[in-house]
């Protein structure tokens, strides 16, 4: 069932290829976003009008977390990353299903303060966990599974609703989550719902695997974005992590992963003046940046740099499962 | 967070009393069953008197399967055991979230096979997948993680209603499924559905620790359960595993996992032959036994040979995360 030959195993695909692959074994039982795969949480219909948001989402040790952070702050990143989705779909938690896979090693302090850390955040967000399981991996070994069930009171924001002419926002700041802010951010929920509210945004989704890789997400077909970059919100870590790799703070800011924050699009018969002003009065504390504009076009690379034209060279954000 | 120390790690304390430590660490965010954790799957009150349950369960490498099985059957495996929980409150399925966790070294064509068998049992128990994730675990690691949501149209049949003088069955045999039953067997979904509206039952569960083990959780306290060894249903693969073991066929039917089959109490009032046939009619393909009943009383060991009056030796089912 593994192989050292890197044609037969899954090493050679990279996540975007392994994920359309299942997509295809799955077949018709798979159905497509928003009822099924595709954008953060999946919306399933319910009698009686009621619109569920389900979604699930996992956390490594040495993939997701390491020995540099603490018990707590993991068991508070796998519960916020995934209300993270949540909030990428203007929706509100539900319930959460907990899965804990672990060598029989791991300490038993170490789990406690793992799930002190998970009820911390929890508490803070009013996420009841219902159920779970235990299950063994070998020593060394931890991963834990949640699964969420959420819902919307307005139409879902997806991420493929949006059209030529309408604005790129971003919250927050980009780029350098590694050295804190990947288990450091909050989930933004009440942004999402008041966007859900609002009616003026046509797309949303949250930055993950970096803007680079998710921007393309909610492109259009036959357009491109066009992008400011002097717009883009370069994080105080951005430019730490530069200055340490010796590569644009920009560069950081576009293909670093784990920013946790929103990327929207607005309609374009939006008065994007008071759309701004509405949520500086809101969200005084989360930072709100215009990077750009949907336009009619067609390019290889459907990220133009506005003020010289050229195609932007950062195309590929965090991709798992490649050449490990 | 790993250590050598078994006193200071997991591995000391076991499946049940780690789960009871996940309970107190998580405190008041855990509700109690049947809103939260306890029964085979939660049930949550939605909207107009929608009841939907929510449950999950994972399959992983050297855990639950084994070169031994094809990767087909361990796909098939993974959604049969989640709809298992799903049968033993009464459920219908809704829909299913799929986290895929493995080293990249995995076998592209292993894991084709093993998507052929979740997409057919999916078709069969019309269970689609609506969302999932992929996460890289160490080379040479596989763990699939299932998250399912369910219905029910009548009140839910939990572990913990079962009162003295009501009478124990349980669906198909018992013992050995090691070698064949785990990955080959059906979900007791009409079943489970046909008992929630039948009314005569008082208590359900799905027998997957094996019978010594779950049988405890339905006897109520100060209850006692006398059991006709004669009418336990041994497998012939009990019989088989018995003479390889040395141990009786008996000791296989209560203490070997997996059995997948329903473990049920049936009211008091119920007139047992009326119920009888009317299952053999409706289920003429699945046998039901009746093993015994429950009865006032205390013992330190809750299980009684009702022939010979004695405590049984068997009290302890599979325990994951012992003394690996």
Redesign the interface.
Same mark, same amino acid.
């Given at each position: 069932?593994? *192989? &050292?030959n890197k044609e037969?195993?899954?090493?050679?695909?990279g996540?975007v290829a @392994?994920?359309a692959?299942?997509r295809h074994?799955?077949?018709?039982?798979?159905?497509n976003s928003p009822?099924?795969?595709g954008d953060d949480?999946?919306v399933?219909d319910?009698? &009686?009008g =009621?619109k569920?948001i389900? *979604?699930? $989402?996992?956390l490594?040790? $040495?993939?997701?977390f390491d /020995?540099s952070i603490s018990?707590h702050d993991a068991g508070a990143k796998l519960i916020k990353r995934n209300l993270s989705d949540i909030a990428a779909m203007g929706g509100r938690p539900?319930?959460a =299903?907990?899965? @804990?896979?672990?060598?029989? $090693?791991?300490?038993?302090?170490?789990?406690?303060a793992f799930?002190?850390g998970?009820?911390h955040a929890?508490?803070e967000y009013e @996420?009841?966990?219902? /159920? /779970?399981?235990?299950? *063994?991996?070998?020593? /060394?070994?931890?991963?834990a599974?949640l699964?969420l069930?959420g819902y919307l009171t307005k139409p879902p924001l997806l991420r493929k609703d949006a059209q030529a002419g309408d604005t790129l926002y971003v919250t927050g700041t980009l780029g350098g989550s590694l050295l804190k802010k990947h288990h450091n951010f909050e989930p933004r929920l009440n942004e999402g719902q008041w966007l859900a509210q609002s009616m003026a945004c046509s797309a949303l989704m949250d930055i993950t695997d970096g803007l680079a890789k998710d921007l393309g997400e909610i492109i259009p077909d036959e357009c491109v974005a066009y992008l400011e970059l002097s717009k883009i919100p370069l994080s105080d870590a951005a430019h730490q992590c530069a200055k340490a790799s010796g590569r644009p703070a920009m560069e950081h800011a576009f293909c670093d992963g784990e920013d946790y924050e929103l990327l929207l699009a607005v309609k374009k018969e939006t008065q994007l003046e008071v759309f701004e002003r509405q949520w500086r009065q809101k969200f005084p504390g989360t930072p709100l940046s215009q990077i750009g504009q949907l336009r009619k076009g067609q390019s290889k690379v459907p990220y133009i740099d506005s003020k010289t034209q050229e195609a932007l060279p950062w195309i590929k954000g965090f991709e798992?499962?490649?050449n490990?």
């Open positions: 069932m593994f *192989t &050292k037969e195993s899954i090493s050679g695909l996540e @392994l994920i692959k299942i074994w799955l077949g018709a039982i798979s159905p009822q099924g795969m949480c999946a399933v319910r009698p &009686k =009621l569920q389900l *979604t699930t $989402d996992s490594s040790y $040495d993939q997701h /020995g018990a539900g319930e =299903l907990l899965n @804990l896979l672990c060598g029989s $090693d791991l300490r038993t302090d170490w789990l406690a799930f002190e998970i009820s929890c508490r @996420l009841p966990i219902v /159920g /779970g399981d235990t299950s *063994t991996l070998p020593n /060394g070994q931890f991963t599974v699964s069930t798992h499962l490649i490990q």
